[in-house]
């Protein structure tokens, strides 16, 4: 496959309300690697398949967390309209909650013997989801039931497949398929390619998005209940996804209704300092503790997540690398 070369280069600065810290917002060491994603520290390059178009992406920090700043670095085929980056401006700051303001959590959780040193350690902490609701999807179809390393070979070879490579900045990335490629795609093709049952699910799902029949602009406009029920209606989408859909998609900061067995070893040692494989604290009882957060409960138990995989990227945690398997 020939490279797609991305020659045209806008760029600009985004200015996200303070408090915001850049790396922790802009990169998650909690999300499995994939090939159309690069970070270092103060920089990040991303692919996005926007209203068509294929676009390189790389964002640069130029502030600090009180007073934030990003040079962001747009590359495409061709010049872009005004109109096209106003709504890929718009677009970003939603994805990556730029305008987020965090002052009243803060307020909130203060005094919470195990959040406030958390949250002084990470001040400006935003949660992020770099893609389409589409691709999220996707993402959460091939991570179902399965390991780490079985995930990350199934989004590679789904990209090597259906995807198309891009060149910008000197490096080479994959860049994500529109929903009708894998809507006509062969159910017996993708069982071929090592997808299992979850063939069927990509295709539908896929199906959904190219007949128009969900739009991620008109889901946003709608109440949390009726998200919750369409997500819910979707083919191979159970609770625990929609969970992360409508925390990471969505932005609902309050939902937290579903634990997966994964989270769950893992929550029994971040929250309740217990061994999982000893004494695993029931779902039950970790939902009614996460009560306490009201509204905010589902960023506070983010937080603590983030910080234990930013522990993982710099120290070896025994118990968490046996449930990776990476």
């Known amino acids: ?8 280069k806008t760029t600009l600065d985004l200015i996200p309300i303070a408090l915001f810290d850049f790396d922790s917002s802009i990169y998650k060491p909690g999300h499995f ?10 920089k990040r390059w991303q692919t996005m398949l926007f209203k068509g178009k294929k676009l390189g992406l790389i964002f640069i920090n130029k502030g600090v967390v009180e007073d934030p700043k990003i040079k962001l670095e747009i590359y ?14 718009k677009e970003i700051r939603w994805r990556f909650n730029l305008d987020l303001n965090l002052s009243e959590f803060y307020k909130e959780v203060k005094d919470d013997e195990l959040l406030d040193p958390i949250v002084k ?8 989801h770099p893609g389409s ?7 959460s179809i091939v991570l179902q039931n399965t390991t780490v390393r ?12 259906y995807g198309d490579q891009v060149q910008f900045g000197n490096q080479l990335f994959w860049c994500f398929w529109e929903p009708e490629v894998l809507a006509r795609a062969n159910e017996q093709n993708l069982r071929d390619l090592k997808m299992g049952y979850r063939a069927k699910s990509l295709i539908r799902v896929s ?7 969900l739009d991620e602009q008109k889901l946003r406009s709608i109440n ?6 369409i997500l819910l209606s979707l083919y191979g989408i159970g609770p625990a996804s929609v969970g992360y859909i409508m925390f990471d998609v969505f932005h609902h900061w309050d939902f937290l209704k579903n634990i997966s067995p994964w989270e769950q070893k893992i929550y029994t040692h971040i929250f309740f300092n217990k061994d999982h494989e000893k004494e695993l604290v029931e779902v039950p009882l970790m939902l009614e503790y996460f009560k306490k957060w009201g509204k905010w409960k589902g960023l506070a138990v983010n937080y603590v997540w983030e910080d234990i995989w930013w522990k993982r990227k710099n120290q070896s945690i025994p118990w968490l690398e046996k449930e990776i398997r990476l």
């Open 133 to 139: 609701f589409y691709e999220y999807l996707i993402i």
């Open 224 to 229: 949390q209940e009726e998200q919750e029920k």
């Open 76 to 89: 495409s085929e061709e010049p872009l309209a005004k109109d096209f980056l106003d709504s890929l401006i």
């Open 121 to 128: 350690k990470f001040r400006g902490l935003r949660p992020m």
């Open 150 to 161: 079985r995930s990350v070979y199934m989004m590679q070879t789904l990209f090597e497949k």
């Open 33 to 42: 690697p994939t090939d159309d994603t690069k970070w270092e520290s103060g």
């Open 1 to 8: 496959m020939v490279p797609i070369k991305l020659t045209s």
């Open 207 to 213: 199906q959904s998005f190219s007949k128009g029949e």
